[in-house]
């Protein structure tokens, strides 16, 4: 090896004509004895940059100067030939390859015919063959199979074959030839089939064409992904449609870790038009059966789109308990959990509006807060109904006016919760007392030691303060003594006869009809009394606490503090 014309940055004379492809200034270089041998930096030599260049003409000179280097006969010049023509770069390329890596089909066929070892593999595992396929040069494919390329070698630290690229880069014609040679069902490291990179990457026909060669529709991944989840995952209609049309299973299991399956994909990512096809094809024991996962899950954080379709197509908004599976126990809970900068996303509010049930945790994120917009929205789309027309089972008049009366047990978690969360009573009190919620419910000893003055006296305008419980009159007398509450003025030992008659009307009519409907308007007294009826006379309390903790922190407080007690 000659590397007397070399330097660091520079290539020999010959290999600088044959990258020119001046085939005349080659042959006469040669002549004067220049070296076809000399390698720059890279380890390449003439040849490497005739073939790389295209140039057949400077390829067959060189080969011949190499051939006749230091040979005596023919033999030995075929020998020198052969062991020249497979010279490696550093980084391990012959000039079969360049040229391959490039389309020089001319060159490819003369460096064939010089005996180019035609599987030679580079530093990085690839092959004139794989490189010929990259590079979409389906001639050169053509030439290199029908002179025995080894078909389904693996290369690449991904161990792809030459069908996995040859689909990856969407050469559809190469994809033709190689389904006739190749393993259809090849596998990379991660078990992965060249139609799994179909549907990965949207390579519809590419698809098509492994489909109909009889490509398996369902085959899994090693973390048991199929094509049809990683399509829908990705959001490719077409290839979705094509799977499902040949068979693909929408109901197979692509996780070991939980029952993921392709609707999952497509609800989380947000694909509406992939959705709605496997809506119509995935088994609904998904939505509400044990040891399932609903699409309302995933689809909560951030596609409010996938949820609003989902329970438009009649997912229950309360889905399963996913606790032990998710750590979650519905979707709302959900919903709640991961905004925390604002009250509610768009999907708690669909999930509110079509009747999601309401638990202790999403009390917790409804009352122990300073906001009340969440209250809000829950009320807009639920009534609380008198306590002693709840039972287990909703009946129909539980809906009314387009909203959905709470059910038994929500009423006993609002108590529970509001009980726990006084410190916020100045927020959340008007509007429930307003919403029609029975006063009395709250009239308990903790809402007594712990309320704020102004709070204690905006619950104790709406009921008849002079017949409270003894011990909630001790309460009273002490707080007073210690100057923690201060009574309003008109909280006279017997309240006014006013009062008392708005009572009894509240009584007869129910705190629910009264508050939230104009049923006031139909008695038959003065229009002035009806403010009056309905108490907005109270003075409302004012929040004045310091800013809260995060959400999260509140929830824990409420978990180590609260005994649950049913007060309904």
């Known amino acids: 090896m000659d590397f007397t014309e070399c330097y660091r940055d520079t290539v020999s004379s010959v290999a600088a004509a044959a990258r020119a492809g001046c085939k005349e200034r080659v042959r006469r270089l040669i002549r004067r004895g220049f070296s076809v041998d000399s390698r720059d930096n ?28 230091g040979s005596t006969t023919t033999q030995d010049s075929s020998r020198g030939c052969r062991a020249y023509v497979d010279t490696l770069t550093h980084e391990g390329e012959t000039a079969c390859y360049l040229a391959a890596q490039r389309g020089h089909l001319a060159v490819v066929r003369l460096l064939l015919k010089a005996h180019a070892n035609i599987n030679q593999p580079t530093n990085d ?36 074959t030459c069908l996995h690229q040859a689909v990856y880069k969407g050469h559809t014609e190469i994809v033709r030839k190689l389904i006739t040679v190749c393993h259809l069902e090849a596998l ?21 064409i492994l489909v109909n ?55 989380e990512f947000g694909h509406c038009r992939i959705l709605e096809r496997l809506i119509a094809v995935t088994d609904r024991v998904c939505d509400r059966g044990v040891g399932m996962v609903s699409p ?40 709640l959990l991961v905004i925390s900068y604002e009250p509610y996303s768009e999907s708690a509010r669909l999930l509110i509006a079509a009747g999601a049930s309401l638990s202790e945790m999403e009390w917790i994120h409804v009352l122990a807060t300073e906001r009340t917009d969440l209250l809000q929205l829950i009320l807009k789309h639920r009534w609380i109904p008198r306590p002693e027309s709840l039972s287990s089972t909703p009946s129909r008049g539980d809906w009314t006016e387009g909203r959905t009366a709470l059910k038994l047990q929500e009423l006993r978690e609002l108590v529970c919760v509001a009980l726990g969360q006084v410190r916020f009573a100045a927020c959340w009190l008007p509007l429930l007392l307003k919403a029609g919620l029975e006063p009395s419910l709250l009239l308990q000893p903790k809402m007594m030691e712990e309320a704020d003055s102004e709070v204690l006296n905006y619950l104790l305008g709406f009921v008849n303060w002079s017949i409270l419980s003894l011990p909630l009159k001790h309460i009273l007398d ?41 049923a006031v308007q139909q008695l038959p007294v003065p229009s002035q009394l009806h403010s009056y009826l309905q108490f907005r006379d109270i003075q409302e309390p004012t929040y004045t606490h310091s800013p809260s903790p995060p ?18």
């Open 296 to 335: 309302l899950y995933v689809a909560v954080r951030e596609q409010s789109n996938s949820v609003e379709l989902l329970l438009r197509e009649g997912y229950s908004p309360d889905a399963q308990d996913c606790t032990d599976i998710l750590g979650i126990r519905s979707p709302l809970s959900f919903a």
């Open 42 to 69: 890279r380890g390449w030599n003439a040849l490497h940059e005739a073939a790389a260049a295209g140039s057949k003409d400077c390829v067959r000179e060189i080969l011949s100067a190499a051939g006749k280097k």
């Open 213 to 267: 060669a009889g490509a398996n529709v369902n085959a899994q991944a090693d973390d048991l992904a199929t094509p049809l989840l990683i399509a829908s995952q990705e959001g490719h209609e077409g290839c979705v449609h094509v799977l499902l049309d040949h068979g693909a299973d929408p109901n197979l299991a692509c996780s070991s870790d939980w029952p993921q399956l392709p609707i999952h994909a497509a609800a």
């Open 125 to 160: 595992l690839s092959c004139p063959l794989y490189a010929a396929v990259d590079g979409g040069h389906k001639e050169v494919v053509d030439l290199l199979i029908s002179r025995g390329a080894e078909v389904n070698g693996t290369h690449t630290a991904s161990c792809w």
């Open 478 to 518: 002490r707080r007073q003594a210690e100057k923690t509450w201060a009574s309003w003025p008109n909280f006279e030992p017997v309240p006014s006869l006013s009062h008392l008659c708005r009572l009894q009307v509240r009584e007869v009519l129910g705190s629910d009809v009264l508050m939230r409907t104009d």
């Open 188 to 208: 990379d490291d991660h078990k992965i089939t060249p139609l799994f990179l179909a549907a990965e990457y949207g390579q519809l026909e590419c698809l098509e």
């Open 551 to 568: 959400m999260s922190e509140r929830i824990d407080g409420y978990r180590r503090t609260h005994r649950h007690s049913h007060v309904v």
